[in-house]
């Protein structure tokens, strides 16, 4: 239900009032104590939703300007306006809104704009009719800052609420459970518009990156959770709060990026002004949306599809998961089945676990018609391949089908041979997909480990930074650096990835002792790079420690020197290992020092803990008890940090066991849980556990020492697993490194 609303707000006259309507009057007034109040007026809104209803009142500063005869004002505190820190939101505020308008064909219905920075926000931001508001760090580039990722996140966050004006505010859904509708477009939308105003950064494999990649994570272990969510389910007392999830927005997004893609952005647009019109200051629902698009399908003869909207979309928004297709290159034979898992297997739902799958493909690089899956399983000869080795096609072209691609062993192989040929073959986000689809697929039982070993073989000739950000991190997952490096496993992994990676790693390690600032309009570069060499450098890499200890000697000798802000921590972390008590020291007053900005002071706080000397380590951590300096959150997050190292570990154990009493006193039971994360990578024998469970057994309750005991029973059986996982890694290591 929506409703029109009327606004007076009494404040403090030092205070300006603002609201989702202009003031329509300023007035004074005088309470019962002789005190003068300002009394602001604000015109009637339109109809609209109780939830966007807003008021700020605030001392601080703005900018204006006027795009298309309408005020758009930004608000913050006056030191960040004064420093042009929202000029940049100022800049590409307006042209957002035009864009979106002429896309929509629709008329942004407010006389009025306000962007307010907030310096305490719990969410990202809120997009209030006519009064956005925004944690400070979402809407705030200032001009020192000079990276492109940066201004990427501000002009995400602001076109996503911009998007919001029409998908959420003039049309609204109906209710929570097809709250998709509001955000899944608002998250598609924030790529369009973004691009818009920062063209340079590649928009689908940023959207693979923060949307589809990290959303298909998450369903391939995923609970039942569909998009669009049956009304009786939400009502009650089901919390609507559990609904903003990444489910709502990034699988909401992707199934629009999908539909975008097979409708054709033409028809696909022409379909939502017609919904936009239609519910204008009003509410709809999933089923309304289908109508529309319908509606504009019906009326032309240029898209063809194999069943109507309805059918085609409600197995995407109302079943969980998504399918994995099984591609026979020798036949054209594709089949689909849920992503995943055996704990699934009889879960049917009426949709008997299938999707109208829209498969867009590309045969020796040109694309081809779509094809669509509307069966378990169906043979489309054109798609059969020839024996010649140079004859390929991929599925899944640019990304745009939300689901995962198997094809078997010996098709990869070829694959994997055409890269070590010519990667360029794949465009980028091919590479991406086949990666990150081969890897995943092994740890779901669906492919052999060897096989998606097999397609990092040409890595030698792969310098897109992103690619190397997914192969590194699926052979050399963060939280598994301490097991690894206690296996045979290390020095062969070295020996295979350290010659490949020389070219792309001396490039970059050019530019950062060269010129960093050539890099400020790179969004994967300056997303990426630290990754390349933290794992460049922890593979031992001579010329990556010899890089952080001279860029850190360096930073010693003239701190007003900055080290780019995109490497800085894996500078720091190495400067701190590979130096002594003096580069320590250093790191530890530079974290005293008035000038350090929370930024600053968080990386130092993590380098410190990188020092490969015990007895450093442990004067550190009695700083964490002892020390009026550090707040209880610091001493937490130094533990979990140590207890993921090597060195740190054992440190923390004996810190832990120790200090105990003291440490409870301070802050509960968190240190044992952040010890307990790091000693689970350990164990492997119901001995160990036992040894820990003494410790455990007192100083926790019965019902907590139960959940450890079973947390370290399954960590024992992971490891487990890890090991023979491991085994077989080694093994292909060695069959394969000296190719
Ligand atoms: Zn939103």
Known sequence: MKATFNIRIVHDPSYVALSNMPAIGVSEMKDENGSIWTVTTFDTTPKMSTYITAFVVCDFDHVTVTERGKEIRIWARKEAVEKGCVDYALNITGPIFSFLEDLFNISYPLPKTDLVALPDFGAGAMENWGLMTFRESSLIYCPTENLINRKAFVSLIVSHEIGHQWFGNLVTMSWWNDLWLNEGFASYFEYIGAKYVEPKPPLDRMFYESVLQPVLRVEDAMS?????????????????????????????????????????????????????????????????????????????????????????????????????????????????????????????????????????????????????????????????????????????????????????????????????NNPEVFPVVNR????????????????????????????????????????????????????????????????????????????????????????????????????????????????????????????????????????????????????????????????????????DKDILLYAMGCTRESWLLHRYME????????????????????????????????????????????????????????????????????ELQLFYNATLEENERISTTTRLQSAKLENKEKAKLIARVTDWLQKNIDD
Not at 332 to 361: A, L
Not at 647 to 668: A, D
Request: charged share 20%.
């Open 224 to 420: 039942d959770r569909s998009l669009s969510q049956k009304e009786e389910k939400v009502k009650g007392t089901f919390l609507p709060d559990s609904l903003f999830d990444i489910v709502t927005y990034s699988k909401g997004a992707s199934i629009i990026w999908m539909l975008s893609s097979f409708l054709t952005e033409r028809l696909f647009l022409k379909a939502l002004n017609s919904y936009l019109k239609a519910f204008s200051f009003s509410s709809a629902n999933q089923d309304d949306l289908w109508t529309h698009i319908q509606m504009v399908i019906d009326a032309q003869d240029e898209v063809q599809l194999p069943a109507s909207v309805k059918n085609i979309m409600d197995p995407w928004t109302c079943q969980d998961g998504f399918p994995v297709l099984t591609f026979d290159p020798s036949t054209g034979t594709i089949s689909q089945e849920q992503f995943h898992n055996i704990r699934k297997k009889d879960n049917t739902t009426s949709y008997n676990n299938t999707w109208i799958v829209p498969i867009t493909w590309v045969r020796n690089g040109s694309s081809q018609p779509i094809v669509w899956l509307d069966e378990t399983s169906k043979m489309f000869p054109e798609m059969q391949i020839s024996s010649s080795e140079h004859d390929w096609i991929l599925l899944n072209m640019n990304l745009s089908g939300y689901y995962r691609v198997n094809y078997n062993s010996s098709y990869l192989k070829r694959i994997g041979k055409l890269l070590e």
């Open 432 to 599: 991406l997909q086949l990666i990150d689809d081969a890897f995943s697929l092994t740890e779901s039982g669906y492919l052999e480990i060897e096989s998606a070993l097999d397609l990092t073989k040409y890595l030698a000739k792969e310098n897109d930074i992103f690619v190397w950000y997914i192969i590194l991190s699926n052979l050399m997952p963060n939280d598994l650096e301490c097991t690894l490096k206690d296996y045979e496993i290390y020095p062969l992994l070295k020996k295979y990835l350290i010659k490949k990676m020389l070219p792309v790693y001396h490039y970059y390690a050019g530019i950062i002792r060269q010129n960093a600032d050539v890099l400020a309009d790179d969004y994967f570069a300056e997303t990426y790079l630290e990754h390349l060499l933290r794992k460049a450098c922890w593979l031992g890499l001579q010329d990556c420690l010899d890089l952080c200890s001279e860029l850190y000697a360096k930073w010693m000798d003239n701190p007003k020197d900055q080290i780019p802000a995109f490497v800085r921590r894996t500078i720091f972390c190495y400067g701190i290992a590979m130096g002594s008590d003096k580069e320590w020291e250093f790191a530890w007053e530079m974290y005293h020092h008035d000038n350090s900005t929370t930024d």
């Open 623 to 690: 700083s964490g008890v002892n020390g009026s300096l550090f707040s209880s959150n610091n001493t937490i997050f130094l533990i979990y940090n140590l207890a993921a190292t090597d060195t740190g570990l054992r440190i923390i154990w004996k810190f832990v066991t120790e200090n105990w009493p003291l440490l409870q006193e301070r802050f509960g039971n968190a240190p044992l849980y952040a010890v307990l994360n790091g000693m689970e990578r350990l164990v492997n024998t119901d001995l160990q556990i036992q």
